[in-house]
């Protein structure tokens, strides 16, 4: 069955820290996709990133990088110099081939950057 | 470029009373569609997706439901609402149903009842 697991529900760090959000997926099938968003106190939830099951290549976007592992089936979040702005809830989620593009979220690690 | 629109904002509902959560998607045609609901502890659960007019699937049994009447509008309804329906609606779009394209929220409903 497929899953995914944020084991930190809250973090909090002091503005400019660095901080890594983990994301731990299961599924069966060889064809998935993961996914990044954030929810900011506003409620409304912002997509960030999409890595499929077959590119393991990491990313970096400005002060976000996300790095992809299958052999411990982790898509971690990784904001460098963290900013108040950040602070949100963070959710990955999974999403596997032919499913309708039904989306299996994580309960969420919420961030709290403090100035 | 692709908007999603979900009214109302906020919504206090007495036990028992009807509910109808309205969402139109502009910008594109024969989107994927979605609600979830957030509760207090966070997670999102999905409710119902539908990948055409008219076609719902349900993935939690209970006493909401869905209705998608034009191509880019997704309803969801209830009869009798319980004190259990509290909590954070959100509708969300895709570009087709194979999973990889990323879905695009709306700024949700928060749904109180009393």
């Known amino acids: 069955a497929q899953k995914v697991t944020q084991a930190q529900t809250e973090i909090s760090v002091v503005e400019k820290e660095d901080v890594t959000l983990d994301c731990v997926y299961e599924?069966?099938?060889?064809?998935?996709?993961l996914f990044w968003y954030k929810q900011p106190p506003s409620g409304e939830l912002v997509f960030l990133i999409r890595?499929?099951?077959?590119?393991?290549q990491n990313e970096i976007s400005g002060r976000y990088s996300w790095n992809f592992q299958k052999s411990t089936s982790s898509f971690n979040f990784t904001i460098t110099a963290s900013q108040v702005v950040d602070s949100a809830v963070y959710f990955c989620a999974l999403s596997e081939g032919n499913q309708g593009g039904k989306l299996i979220f994580g309960q969420g690690t919420e961030l709290s950057v403090k100035p | 470029s692709q908007t999603i629109h979900q009214w109302p904002a906020t919504l206090v509902q007495p036990v028992g009373s009807p509910l109808s959560l309205e969402c139109t998607v502009e910008g594109t045609s024969n989107p994927n569609l979605y609600w979830y609901r957030q509760a207090a502890g966070r997670g999102l659960q999905l409710l119902f997706y539908?990948?055409?007019?008219?076609?719902i699937s349900s993935e939690v049994p209970q006493n909401l439901s869905a209705s998608r009447p034009q191509d880019r509008q997704f309803i969801l309804s209830s009869k009798k609402l319980l004190l259990s329906d509290s909590g954070f609606y959100l509708c969300?779009?895709?570009?087709?149903?194979?999973?990889?394209?990323?879905?695009?929220f709306g700024d949700g409903t928060r749904l109180s009842i009393l």
């Open positions: 599924t069966r099938d060889t064809t998935y996709y």
């Open positions: 890595r499929n099951s077959f590119d393991e």
């Open positions: 539908s990948v055409g007019i008219g076609q």
């Open positions: 969300a779009w895709s570009w087709g149903p194979s999973g990889d394209q990323p879905q695009h």
